[in-house]
């Protein structure tokens, strides 16, 4: 475990170091200040796009540029702008300052990294080994009560078709399991539970580590008071077995996944096992995490919107350099800076980013002051990060639940050396593919290869078209996932005129283009893509069948000054703009269409690209993402002949090629490519 520490923290470190050059490349030269009342406005360029990134808080340093032995003046953001930050300074400099040209010197915040530094201290003593490398089952005494059915068998279903589901659930309020016929393969999981000792399961094969606590819920109805009801009518089998394990919690203190592919409701899923947590243990209390204010915010409005949660009950914690303009209007009445922890202990629920919970303890809160921790979007928090709440959770009966998807991008970093070695590895995904917690191809195979008392897959896509669902589910989802969505909104641009092939609105448009760049700027366009990507965009808001909004469309490209040259293009043409950016900014969004550019087009650097991974050329996640956005139609534009060099992208314009939706430059020769790949290995 001492290697765990000295590990993560030299990986923050990196991080930090890194952070630190890039901030000091947006410092400024020979600027001059503005007063405004009891503040020094001093403007930034590209603050807007968040370059540089500076919070209100964040410490900004003057210097004399003539002078580099004169002192220097500390000030810090009080306001954050589009264009312009408001400073404050001590008042003999205030007073003093009379329009005199400085050097700006912007700094890096630590306190971000501070905390995990902390975590992981935390989570060492608090957690232990057996958390973090969980290599056994130990089955405790179930959360709630469970009574025995005697005048029929019940069981969760081992397998059910998705049309047979909603037809079993309809209706159906308690958390009662559908019956099923092969009552001889099920094992009573009361005899496992029974009496005040915990059931051990020593290492050993996947199948026998759980062989006490089998894949069924039989002859129970969960029972406190009188039933216990699903808030949510509309989950599915999937969700339901989840919030069933989570109620539970026989496997606590480790982790519970839930893995939630594009579009199958893992939000939802969390937000009703909280609910059920809050409803059911009394004694519960709970905080609930995410990476971003914006997925936080949404725990928050779902939870409200279920009916259960009132004021009192729950609390969004949020860090003081947020403005309240930013927070959604009906998360206002919940929020909370988070001065007084005596108030923030009374609520049975926090929400908060991974970060802000960190400030908990630093507010003096009781480590283990919590029952449950969930960590919604886990995929995309650094391990030490996700710790952070993690560490807030009672040792050995808390329990915690890790939400997200190993199979999408995963934590923003700077430093690539931080990358290279383990920090972008999220501790849901390395949790994943540990043998307790990873994917069988023989065992579970009613659960989709993965043990339910550890890992529930959500399968049921309410997003996207079958034929924009299949590749991904193929590639990445052990060909599990299963259309669901509503064909009034994944049908809508099967009749396009655009379409190479009806009914099927997926494209590959080839283009054999020119990849440039301008100045010193190390950003790619590609001029002959801007012009085919805003044909499709006109060609998408001129067709009335289609009545599509603006809002309704996106457009996804790897590099900046694609996204620039789109956005002039859009603007000089009169098109309504519509959202241009990177895979980064969609990920968890979702359009009716999606067009995608990916820039790169000089074959002769081929083996260049993919070695140093330029766009999201070879990158399995970014590729993964960028492909289940779209709802009704997908629109890839690019060279086949340098996509062929990866594998994922190859398969893709082969998809398109055998189903009619390739279009464009002549195609390329898979077999030669397939020869190229063994030379590169």
């Known amino acids: 475990m001492d290697n765990y520490t000295h590990r993560f923290s030299a990986l923050l470190h990196l991080e930090e170091i890194q952070d630190e050059i890039d901030i000091r490349e947006f410092d400024l030269h020979r600027v001059c200040l503005r007063k405004t009342g009891e503040y020094l406005a001093l403007e930034v360029p590209g603050l807007a796009e968040g370059r540089p990134s500076v ?96 005048n029929h068998m019940d069981v969760i279903p081992v397998k059910t078709t998705f049309k047979n589901s909603q037809n079993q659930f309809n209706g159906h309020k308690r958390i009662s399991p559908t019956k099923y016929a092969n009552t001889d393969r099920v094992k009573n999981l009361l005899d496992s539970c029974d009496g005040s000792k915990d059931s051990y399961i020593p290492n050993g094969s996947v199948q026998k580590k759980t062989e006490k606590v089998k894949k069924y819920l039989p002859n129970v109805n969960l029972a406190v008071q009188d039933q216990i009801e699903f808030i949510n009518e509309k989950l599915n089998d999937c969700q339901k077995l989840a919030v069933i394990k989570i109620v539970l919690g026989q496997c606590r203190p480790l982790p519970y996944i839930i893995f939630g592919p594009p579009g199958t409701g893992k939000t939802i899923t969390v937000v009703e096992s909280i609910l059920q947590i809050l409803l ?133 970093l700077m430093s690539r050396y931080a990358k290279l070695y383990g920090l972008e590895l999220s501790f849901l995904e390395r949790l994943i593919d540990r043998s307790l917690y990873r994917h069988s191809e023989s065992d579970f195979q009613e659960f989709g290869g993965f043990d339910p008392e550890l890992v529930t897959m959500l399968k049921e896509n309410y997003r996207s078209h079958a034929a924009i669902l299949k590749l991904p589910s193929e590639l990445f989802y052990f060909n599990q996932l299963e259309v669901m969505a509503d064909p009034i909104l994944t049908h809508t641009a099967i009749n396009w005129s655009m379409l190479p092939t009806p009914s099927f609105p997926v494209i590959f448009h080839g283009v054999r283009g020119e ?167």
């Not at 003057?62 to 300074?89: A, I, Q, R, T």
């Not at 080994?129 to 009574?147: A, G, H, S, Y």
């Not at 020769?669 to 063994?678: G, K, T, W």
Request: glycine letters at 8%.
């Open 515 to 681: 990849d440039l760049r301008e100045g010193n700027s190390p950003s790619w366009f590609n001029p002959s893509e801007v012009v085919q990507v805003v044909q499709y965009l006109q060609g998408l808001l001129k067709d009335a069948s289609l009545d599509l909004q603006v809002e309704d469309i996106g457009i996804i490209t790897p590099y900046r000054k694609q996204i620039e040259k789109i956005r002039l293009l859009i603007e000089k043409l009169g098109v309504e703009r519509v959202k241009v950016g990177s895979v980064e900014e969609f990920q968890g969004q979702e359009r009716q269409v999606i067009i995608i550019s990916t820039v790169r087009s000089n074959e002769r650097l081929l083996g260049f690209d993919i070695r140093h991974v330029l766009g999201f050329l070879s990158n399995p996640k970014r590729f993964n993402v960028a492909i289940t956005r779209a709802q009704a139609a997908l629109i890839v534009v690019g060279n086949p002949f340098v996509l062929c060099q990866d594998e994922k992208w190859r398969m893709f314009i082969e998809y398109c090629i055998d189903n009619g939706g390739y279009t464009g430059c002549e195609k390329p020769d898979f077999a030669l490519y397939d020869v190229q790949d063994d030379s590169l290995t």
């Open 280 to 412: 059911q243990i009394p004694s519960s209390r709970i905080v609930a995490c995410t990476p971003s204010n914006s997925a936080a915010d949404l725990l928050v409005e779902r939870l409200f919107a279920s009916g259960k949660v009132k004021v009192c009950d729950m609390v969004r914690l949020n860090s003081f350099h947020r403005k309240d303009e930013s927070i959604p209007e009906v998360v206002l009445p919940f929020s909370a800076r988070g001065e007084d922890i005596n108030i923030i202990c009374r609520y049975r629920i926090v929400v908060c980013t991974c970060n802000t919970a960190g400030s908990l303890v630093n507010l003096g809160l009781k480590v283990g002051h919590f029952t449950h921790a969930f960590v919604d979007e886990a995929g995309q928090a650094t391990e030490p990060e996700c710790l952070i709440p993690l560490g807030l959770v009672s040792g050995a009966d808390g329990q915690t639940v890790l939400a997200g998807d190993p199979k999408q991008l995963g934590p923003v």
């Open 55 to 150: 919070l209100t808080g964040d410490k900004i340093i003057l210097s004399d540029p003539c002078d580099p032995e004169s002192p220097c003046y500390e000030g810090y953001v009080h306001e954050v702008l589009n264009h312009e930050v408001w400073l404050k300074f001590s008042y003999e400099f205030h007073s003093g300052y009379n329009g005199e040209d400085y050097n700006v010197e912007f700094t890096f915040n630590r306190t971000s990294l501070r905390r995990c530094h902390q975590a992981l201290k935390i989570a060492v003593k608090q957690l232990g080994p057996d958390l973090l490398f969980p290599v056994n089952i130990k089955v405790k005494t179930p959360q709630i009560r469970m009574e025995r059915r005697t």
